[in-house]
Every structure is written in structure tokens, then in C-alpha cells.
């Protein structure tokens, strides 16, 4: 470990990144699995395609970058694809 006093800060601020992003996470999975369970109660489809598009369009919107627009798709069908494996668990 280093201890150059930049490094060592730098390196807390990227763990508290990391924490509020696994914070973030959870909550959205507890969120989705809430609508989950609101769908399943009314006979709804889960998963939305169209709706899907939709949010991926607004995050399109949102990014100011330095995320690349390449990147901002790949690790949001990850979220997804993980927020859907997840609540199919319960």
C-alpha cells in the first residue's frame, strides 16, 4: 500500500464511490422487486421491453460523460440483467 497522501485520499474517495454504488444498487433491487410483486399480485408482465428503452434513452440524456455512451449500455444491461436475476430469486 502506498502512502503517498494523494494516493491513500484518492483511494478513500473511490471507496465511498464504491459503497454509495452498492448502497444505490440495493436499493433499486429492493424497489424492483416491490414492482415485482405489485405485477405478479395484478397479473402483469415483469419485465418491460418498452419501458426498458425508455430508461436506457434518459441515462443516454444524462451522461456528461467521462462515461462513453458505449460503456453507460454495457453496464446498464448488466444492471439490469442482474437486477432481474436477483428478484427472480425471492
Known amino acids: 500500500m502506498s502512502d503517498?497522501?494523494?494516493?491513500?485520499?484518492?483511494?478513500?474517495?473511490?471507496?465511498?464511490?464504491?459503497?454509495?454504488?452498492?448502497?444505490a444498487l440495493n436499493a433499486r433491487l429492493r424497489l424492483v422487486a416491490q414492482l415485482k410483486r405489485y405485477k405478479a399480485a395484478r397479473g402483469l408482465d415483469f419485465v418491460d421491453r418498452d419501458r426498458e428503452r425508455w430508461m436506457a434513452e434518459q441515462l443516454h440524456r444524462a451522461n456528461a460523460g467521462p462515461l462513453s455512451q458505449e460503456g453507460l449500455e454495457e453496464i446498464f444491461a448488466e444492471i439490469l440483467d442482474l437486477t432481474k436475476r436477483e428478484v427472480l430469486k425471492e
Open 4 to 23: 503517498d497522501p494523494l494516493v491513500v485520499e484518492l483511494r478513500g474517495q473511490i471507496l465511498d464511490l464504491d459503497r454509495r454504488i452498492i448502497d
